[in-house]
């Protein structure tokens, strides 16, 4: 496991990329967000603003958000430092969010704002009710899951994934995740983990490999999924591999909220890929003022235990959903908003 550091970032291949805003960019572009209404009024106007706002970044770090969307050989996730904050935030909110009574929406614009430069925010009816921004907060009830509302457990190394009656639940899942801290936890300690599957590949043996590439492992449904619809049971995917892609850009699929082996060597391949998951990954503590920006399909990501106290000033992070194109989940779409899916 490797805290954030100048060798980090120089590796081959480079698998976090750094992004730090000059503090004049930070505050024209928060200026101009704290100007804008509550997104959620109108998103696709929401949406066409933020762009604009976010044109103005300079060139370069511009170009380096643009190309880790886009480009296969890009870090797996980026690291933007120095973003522009509330200048008030209310009480953090109960029950999963969202706040109600935020009186300004700079956190909102910065969380869609970087969501746009990789592609298009999208929502699940399954996950915070189709909402496209999501808070990411402990609730009580929730502490000891494997779930956006746990706090007291380690929250296991994987992607965001999403039930689908098809039967594979990594065709419909974002392709990118935005983090972005509004209020840390009380003691700093709480830290995201990424590990990315170009660094698991190297430090597994060729048996391991072959067992990961494998179909012998069935993924249980989101938590969500499984606490709001399904009644507590599982809900296991159709056999997948772990591992697929070629050698030189693996893709990695798994399930925060269990993975089924199908068979002994597959149960310890599963084991040794936790392991690798932990020797490699990259640690953040994310402080307001901080996002990452996460490919889904290049690598896993974790959350370490920290301590919840309930009291309105717990840790406080927002997440979107973004998909490069909608196209190939339209079979999911609602009738309602374009954004929305089953």
């Known amino acids: ?25 930070r505050d024209s572009i928060g200026r101009a967000l704290a100007a804008e209404p509550d997104p959620t009024l109108d998103i696709d106007r929401a949406m066409a603003r933020y762009h604009q706002i976010f044109a103005t970044l300079p060139l370069g770090l ?19 430092r120095n973003l522009p904050t509330d200048a008030e935030l ?6 999963g969010g969202p706040a109600t009574d935020k009186k300004t929406f700079v956190a909102e614009g910065v969380l869609l704002g970087l969501s746009g430069l990789l592609g298009e925010p999208v929502g699940f009816l399954t996950e915070k009710n189709g909402q496209l921004v999501h808070d990411v907060i402990p609730v009580e009830g929730g502490a000891t899951t494997q779930t956006n509302q ?3 457990v380690f929250l296991n190394f994987h992607n965001d994934i999403v039930h689908d ?13 935005v983090l972005s801290c509004l209020r840390s936890d009380h003691e700093g300690i709480a830290a995201t983990h990424y590990a990315d599957a170009r660094d698991i590949v190297r430090v597994l043996d060729s048996r391991t490999l ?19 619809v399904a009644g507590g049971r599982e809900v296991l995917s159709d056999p997948v591999a772990m591992i697929s892609g070629p050698e030189e850009f693996p893709e990695i699929s798994s399930s925060a909220n269990g993975v089924r082996a199908m068979t002994t060597a597959a149960e310890a391949a599963l084991d040794r890929l936790q392991a690798a998951c932990r020797e490699t990954a990259h640690r953040v503590h994310l402080r307001p003022g901080e996002a990452l920006l996460i490919n889904n399909r290049k690598g896993l990501h974790a959350r370490t235990p920290f301590t919840a106290r309930y009291d309105g000033a717990d840790r406080w992070l927002q997440r979107t959903y973004v998909r490069r194109n909608q196209w190939s989940i339209r079979y999911r779409q609602t009738a309602g908003d374009r954004r929305v899916h089953h």
């Open 90 to 95: 209310p009480a953090t909110p109960v029950g």
């Open 62 to 80: 511009l170009q380096q958000i643009l190309d880790f969307g886009r480009h296969n050989d890009a870090p797996g996730v980026g690291y933007v």
């Open 1 to 25: 496991m490797t805290a954030i550091s100048t060798e980090t970032t120089t590796r081959t291949p480079q698998t976090l990329g750094l992004i730090d805003l000059p503090d004049s960019v």
């Open 150 to 152: 746990g706090s007291t």
């Open 210 to 228: 072959e067992l990961l590439r494998s179909p012998l492992f069935r993924l249980n449904a989101p938590g969500s999924y499984v606490r709001d």
């Open 165 to 177: 009656t098809i039967g594979r639940y990594d065709v419909s899942n974002p392709d990118f995740l």
